[in-house]
């Protein structure tokens, strides 16, 4: 006669133990399955939509690829070359950008909110309707880019140059903008409010329907701007500034004494 080992009981001492012990496991498993970062599409090869968030993408050759709509939060892209590039729509957010090129790309509606980066080149792109809140991107070249409607709210661009670019109705406010290079750049409708514009370049602008409302102007170079539509400026702002003979100035204000300024500010 054959006889079979019984099973524990699962209401035996020793079977609900067991029992007790192997849903804890089994939560732990999928616990740990859930805390685990899904790193396999950081190997996915770059195409419309890639989710690469998080994802280290180094010093690579990027250049025209149609990366439209791709995830990039908190990537790190280091030196990578993106010249050329589709990125319209692409959510950028917290992303490193030290010494990446995106000359010429396509980054309409771009996400760059609190980006950061030195040396980052955007020159030739565009950039409709780009968001920077916040984003902290020294020294970065913005030259001859359409930056028309895209906002850079409490963004930290100091010594950044935005020379020729289209800036048309851009929100630059709470902006820092120290030693920035604006010559040449359409400027009509930004929003400069309690921005600051230390030492930055604004000679020969025209800044038509500007807001420079709390804006700080200690030794903007002014020579030659139109500020005669400008909206919110008031006399002790401009008295900090270098203006010239040839600055335009809103009725009820007036060229202060010092005006040109005996030297170029360093």
């Known amino acids: 006669m054959v006889t079979t080992q019984p099973r524990p009981r699962s209401d035996a001492p020793g ?41 280290g993408k180094t010093s690579l050759v990027l250049a025209r690829e149609n990366l439209a709509g791709a995830n990039m939060q908190r990537a790190t892209l280091t030196g990578t070359d993106l010249t050329g590039a589709n990125l319209n729509g692409a959510k950028l957010s917290g992303v490193e950008l030290s ?14 909110t609190k980006a950061a980066g030195g040396r980052t ?24 880019a359409d930056l ?9 661009v100091n010594r950044s140059s935005f020379e020729g670019a289209d800036l048309t109705g851009a929100d630059l406010s709470k902006a820092e903008l120290a030693r920035t290079l604006f010559a040449k750049a359409k400027a009509g409708g930004v929003n400069f409010s309690y921005s600051n514009l230390a030492r930055a ?7 038509t329907g500007a807001n420079l409302t709390g804006t700080y102007l200690y030794l903007t ?11 919110g400026l008031k006399q002790e702002q401009l008295d900090l500034a270098c203006g010239s003979g ?12 010092n005006w040109p300024c005996k030297e170029t500010p360093e």
């Open 15 to 55: 079977g609900q133990a067991g029992a007790v012990a192997a849903q804890g496991l089994l939560a732990c498993t999928i616990l740990v399955a859930m805390a685990m970062p899904a790193t396999a599409k950081c190997g996915d090869s770059p195409g419309r939509g890639v989710d690469w968030a998080g994802c």
């Open 221 to 231: 170079l002014l020579a030659g701007a139109d500020l005669s539509q400008v909206a």
């Open 148 to 156: 028309a409607g895209a906002s850079f709210t409490k963004a930290e």
């Open 121 to 144: 080149v955007f020159a030739r792109a565009t950039l409709r309707n780009a968001r920077f809140e916040a984003a902290e991107l020294g020294r970065a070249s913005f030259a001859q």
């Open 201 to 207: 370049d604004l000679r020969g602008v025209a800044l």
């Open 246 to 257: 040839e600055t335009k100035l809103p009725p009820g204000l007036k060229a202060p004494q």
């Open 99 to 112: 010494f990446v090129r995106l000359e010429g790309a396509d980054l309409s509606g771009a996400d760059f």
